[in-house]
């Protein structure tokens, strides 16, 4: 209330004595104006008659102009009209209303002189009422993380010395189960050790992809905070930091688009990731069009699979970026980075029920130099890397890979940008039948 500027009704019992004094002459004045309206009621012989307020005019009495001649007397002051109307108040009423707007003045007075004296007590006891604030303040804290340690479902999670590591077995979302009445359907997830730390998740919209990143990353957050966590079981290592980039919103004060809103905090999550760092992205590049939010968001997972390799979930509608996920994994060599995990969400569940899907149907290959046409999704995967990065964000203008040069050269001619192909990769010849930029 004092934030606002309404400091007569901060006060409760004791009220300070100044304060309560005009409190009482403003009820007495308010009092007093209802004894006038019961006048004006056998005056006019309208017993149901009420006060209006029009304009800020308060305290108004309406009468319809045929009446008006007829009941009202000479001393009553008019102060406006409609076409049916005059709205008039009385003398006496007049003389209440000033006497209202002085009683409001002395009881703005008072509080305020009140509030500065409570001002000047809790400056002169500012250390000994933080220090018991802060007190106060962890006990809450440790009463409500027993509270939630002895309810059911939770369990106590235990730290492992390696890095990455994220391992929970039929975890919820902890804010979902406590507001939502259906049941929630638990999810395990494992990242780390012998498994990928890169995941893209992708699958149908209400699925549950974004339950799922904020499941993790709560988890994560209350076992760090020494909470017990929504799970079966939880394994995870110490995470320096969790960087999340999800929503869109623009910050049109600053000039700024939505588009560079989402690319700038990506390109802040890229500088300061860790291996120790865990990384929330959701839906990626959409600010844009769609084969140029895909060249984004392949570059951008490349990027975290190959320099910062920190453990993420990449939600994404972009299926093609789990190919790159690949192609990425064997850049760095087989045996140092295993390849990238897609989860789809199970059409069937729509709570967000997942299951996993190793991308080994295709066949990739472990050399660049390679012919165009002997491995045709290389050329679809690659050639969405490396681009849309600004120099200033570290990142680097496109280099097309090989396959494209031998197609454009058989042309004879040269092109700013690759062709995507009708199909993952170059047709028949290696030339390239489709003008979409992937």
Known sequence: MARKGVKEHLFREPVPENVQDAQDCLSLAASELEAELLDV????????????????????IEVKIADAKKL???????????KKAYRYRT??????MNELEQCKERLAAAAKDAYQSFLRVVSAEYDNLRYVVLQVGTADVLFSLASV???EGYCLPQFVDEPGMVDITNGRHPVLEAIQTTPIVP???????????????????????SSLSRMVALIV???QLGSYVPAEACRLSLFDSCFTRMGGSDDASRGRSTFMVEMSETSEILKLATSRSLILLDELGRGTSTNDGQAIASAVLETIVTKAKAVTLFVTHYPGLADIAKVSSYRSGPASLPPALSLAVDPASLVGSVSPIKLDSCTWPRTRQAEPTAFPSLCFCISSLRAWRRPRTGLTWPRWPACHRACLSRRGKRASRPRRPSTPGCSRGGESKSDGFI
Not at 72 to 82: A, M, R
Not at 91 to 96: E, L, S, T, V
Not at 194 to 200: A, K, L
């Open 41 to 60: 009621r056998r005056i006019l012989k309208r017993p149901r008659l009420e006060f209006m307020s029009v304009s800020q005019e308060d305290f108004l």
């Open 149 to 151: 340690a002895l309810s």
């Open 221 to 223: 957050l209350m076992a």
């Open 72 to 82: 009202v007397p000479d001393n009553w002051v008019k102060i406006n009209s409609t």
């Open 91 to 96: 003398p006496a009423i007049i003389r209440k």
């Open 187 to 209: 999810n395990s997830i494992k990242m780390g050790g012998n498994e990928p730390r890169q995941i893209v998740l992708t699958g149908l919209n209400m699925g549950g992809k």
